[in-house]
């Protein structure tokens, strides 16, 4: 049976696919992890993504 992910980013569900990265029991789903990687410290986005990459790391 597939399993039943949500991005820890974006809260999108993702049913059976395993595309995207798992980190540290939180998963990211590839439009959120192909923000992450072309996003840079100028973008208006930027401390957003860190603060949500910190609560994965954190939590």
Known sequence: MKELLYCSFCAKQIYGSQEGL???GGYICEE????????????KSYFLLKEKMKNIWFS
């Open 22 to 24: 798992n980190l540290l």
């Open 32 to 43: 959120c992890e192909k923000e992450i990687v072309n996003s840079s410290v100028d973008d």
